[in-house]
């Protein structure tokens, strides 16, 4: 069996390491990770070397030419990388270099939840600058969503219980909570990826990948019943919501630099596309032209959300940036700097 050569930039991180574990599951790739000088001694690194995934050296802010020679032999290019000031726009020379080196598809990252372009998350602005950037080169690409992560999405217990996982963006309410959002487990993304990548129907298309569809009272509903404990339910208005985005975008064009102020503005932007517009939901994607995992794979069993919080209540889950906790205490900072 041909193998296709799949290089993931991103191999380290939390979207990254989905995808390798998915890749390898599937069975039929040769898998490669380009991963940056100054994180080659990461433990993670020595993992993947482990596991026999080929390491390139290379930088998406370096050389355009080096990222071109790290990418020849591949067949299939994927990124995710993380939503700073920064690094979404890094990939519009990764998408130069992949051209030159004659990639054969490109997923550029996405990995996020549905909203439309123009204006209502900045961070989606930036994916869309480098989507249209893509097609301006005429590269074939495949844009992949998935809604919001399970493990994102569930409020704390009084008890403490599920604190050593909690990532703390869920203890608010938007509105009065019956808006429908999807949810994906994220060691389902990279089994999602594996199928889509070798997917002659999702070549040049917006694929979303999702595993349920639910709302936020119904989130709380599943916990309390499945922690037996009583949850304080915060409600926060909508109008508190549109409030917050006009102060961080105040803020963030005093500073574009300023990392916390981008990350308080993240926050509350995505808070205003899926709590108050109701965007990242499965008709909306369809409207925007997104095809559905469901539609594509409807034999794939992910994940389900109840299971998953019975994991989480019986201490049983998994920190999802497990090397790299800081990444916790900057949502609970940026979220703060919201209230
Ligand atoms: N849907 C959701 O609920 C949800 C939640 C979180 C994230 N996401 C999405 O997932 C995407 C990925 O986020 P993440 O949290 O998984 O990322 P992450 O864990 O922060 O990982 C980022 C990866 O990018 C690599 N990287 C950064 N800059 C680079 C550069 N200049 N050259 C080469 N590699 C570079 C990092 O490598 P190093 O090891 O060198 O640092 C790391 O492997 C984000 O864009 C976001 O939209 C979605």
């Not at 490109?106 to 480098?130: A, H, L, N, W, Y």
């Not at 569930?154 to 203890?171: I, L, N, Q, T």
């Not at 909508?238 to 961080?248: L, S």
């Amino acid at each position: 069996m041909v193998e296709t050569k799949v290089l993931l930039v991103g191999a380290t991180g939390a979207t990254g390491s989905s995808i390798i574990d998915g890749l390898f599951q599937a069975g039929n790739f040769e898998i490669f990770a380009l991963v940056r000088p100054a994180s080659m001694d990461k433990p993670v690194v020595e993992i993947l070397r482990q596991r026999n995934v080929k390491i390139r050296e290379g930088d998406l802010e370096g050389p355009e030419e080096v990222l071109t020679e790290a990418l020849r032999g591949i067949d299939v290019l994927i990124s995710s990388v993380r939503e700073s000031a920064t690094q979404q726009q890094d990939q519009i020379s990764l998408a130069n270099a992949a051209k030159r080196a004659g990639i054969k598809r490109f997923v550029p990252c996405g990995f996020g939840t549905i909203t439309s372009p123009g204006g209502i998350m900045r961070v989606r602005d930036q994916k869309e600058r480098v989507y249209n950037h893509v097609k301006q080169l005429w590269l074939p690409y495949t844009i992949i969503d998935i809604g919001w992560w399970y493990q994102i999405a569930f409020p704390r217990v009084p008890s403490g219980k599920v604190d050593y996982v909690s990532f703390g963006v869920a203890e608010e309410i938007i509105g009065g909570g019956n808006v429908l959002s999807a949810l994906t487990d994220m060691r389902d993304i990279g089994h999602y990826v594996a199928k889509i990548i070798v997917d002659e129907r999702t070549l040049n298309r917006m694929v979303f990948a999702y595993n349920t569809v639910i709302t936020q009272n119904q989130i709380y509903n599943l916990m309390e019943e499945i922690s037996g404990e009583k949850l304080e339910r915060n409600y926060v208005a909508d109008e508190t919501i549109r409030d917050r985005v006009a102060q961080c975008r105040l803020l963030a064009e005093k500073d574009p630099t300023d990392l916390a102020t981008l990350h308080s503005q993240l926050l509350a932007e995505h808070r205003l596309s899926w709590g108050v517009r109701g965007d990242n939901n499965p008709d909306y994607a369809k409207y925007l032209g997104y095809i559905s995992s469901k539609e594509l794979y409807p034999d794939f069993e992910p994940v389900d959300f109840r299971g998953y919080l019975k994991s989480v209540v019986e201490g049983k889950a998994k920190n999802v940036y497990i090397d790299d906790r800081s990444v916790v205490v900057e949502h609970a900072t940026a979220l703060e700097a919201t209230r």
